[in-house]
């Protein structure tokens, strides 16, 4: 070790990443897609990431101004703001999403953890506040006519009645 590695380091150990360092970089990832489709412009965003009978599922929708928007009624809020709602703008943000699922699934390989079946995250865009809830079991998989969709319009009514 040269003069000038033993001045700068004096023995602190540099952290190396861990499991959960890179999981919460995946779900900020997801979180930044969210906000760059909304441009800023909403005041919680909640996403939805499903991997369930090795079936991914990314979704999500916003509050703006008071009011649970789907991703595609955003310009419903009458905030005065046009968002792009376009089809191809809606595929690109769940193909990142889809991208990041897998990276989830591969990352609880690597490190031999369970994948969650279902992960509800809350963004508060204002107070940068970030919740998530994890599920291991199954949701939908097991049920005749339940799919991961319906289980995001349910929780999309949940938040409404809220």
């Given amino acids: 070790?040269?003069?000038?590695?033993k001045f700068f380091k004096k023995n602190v150990p540099i952290k190396e990443k861990i499991y959960e360092d890179y999981f919460t970089e995946i779900q900020a990832d997801m979180v930044s897609i969210c906000l760059e489709y909304v441009e800023n412009k909403a005041d919680k965003i909640y996403l939805y990431a499903s991997?369930?009978?090795?079936?991914m599922t990314p979704n999500y929708f916003y509050d703006i101004g008071g009011t649970i928007l789907n991703k595609h009624k955003l310009n419903d809020?009458?905030?005065?703001?046009?968002?792009?709602?376009?089809?191809?703008?809606?595929?690109?943000c769940l193909n990142i999403l889809m991208e990041d699922i897998k990276k989830m699934?591969?990352?609880?390989?690597?490190?031999?953890?369970?994948?969650p079946t279902e992960?509800?995250?809350?963004?508060?865009?204002?107070?940068?506040?970030?919740?998530?809830?994890?599920?291991?079991?199954?949701?939908?998989?097991?049920?005749?006519?339940?799919?991961?969709?319906?289980v995001?319009?349910?929780w999309m009514e949940e938040v409404k009645n809220q």
Avoid: W
């Avoid at 809020?77 to 690109?92: E, L």
């Fill in 77 to 92: 809020a009458n905030n005065g703001f046009v968002y792009d709602v376009s089809p191809d703008r809606q595929k690109a």
């Fill in 1 to 5: 070790m040269g003069l000038f590695d």
């Fill in 51 to 55: 991997f369930e009978s090795n079936v």
């Fill in 119 to 150: 992960i509800k995250m809350i963004y508060d865009v204002k107070t940068k506040e970030f919740h998530a809830d994890y599920k291991y079991e199954s949701v939908y998989s097991t049920h005749k006519t339940k799919t991961a969709y319906d």
């Fill in 152 to 154: 995001v319009n349910e």
């Fill in 105 to 115: 699934v591969n990352l609880c390989k690597e490190y031999n953890r369970p994948m």
